[in-house]
């Protein structure tokens, strides 16, 4: 990662749905795309908290983007638990899409993206990742305490 900086003109750019300065920012230096805040929070975590679909697709069109697929904010979400209990599906279905196995990754407590799904009472966002990852072993996972969704 590039720096842990809170705040930044490329994060605030973002969560203010600056679309074409961020794309421009993103074309002359896209390891800003790593840059985090304070929380940990990647640019691709505050565009998909904001709904900010065309940001979302800018930011991973980067090798750099992409990779924020992954990461883990101080609450240990990636950008695709927030797509999904936020319910933005569009921005869910281009993440997903860009990073697959990025869907699968559990938080400390063992949840799994369907049960933030179900716990933010997003069915949208769950009916488009069953659709996505039919697997009955992702659908009947059990969280630290042996809930299921």
Do not use: W
């Not at 985090?36 to 069109?61: N, P």
Request: aromatic letters at 4%; charged letters at 20%; glycine letters at 8%.
């Amino acid at each position: 990662m590039v720096g842990c900086i809170n705040p930044n003109p490329f994060h605030v750019a973002t969560t203010l749905g600056r679309t074409q300065f961020v794309q421009r920012l993103v074309h002359l230096k896209p390891e800003l795309v790593e840059v985090l805040d304070s929380r940990y929070r990647s640019a691709l975590h505050l565009a998909t908290t904001k709904g900010h679909f065309e940001i979302v697709q800018a930011l991973v069109r980067v090798r750099e983007g992409r990779q924020m697929c992954l990461a883990r904010e101080r609450d240990g979400k990636n950008p695709l638990h927030i797509a999904a209990m936020e319910g933005h599906g569009g921005i869910l279905e281009v993440l997903v899409g860009t990073i697959p196995h990025a869907a699968r990754v559990r938080l400390d407590s063992g949840e799994t993206i369907i049960h933030l799904c179900v716990k933010h009472q997003q069915l949208n966002t769950l009916s488009l990742l069953l659709h996505k990852i039919p697997d009955p072993e992702f659908v009947n996972a059990k969280d630290n305490d042996g809930n299921t969704i």
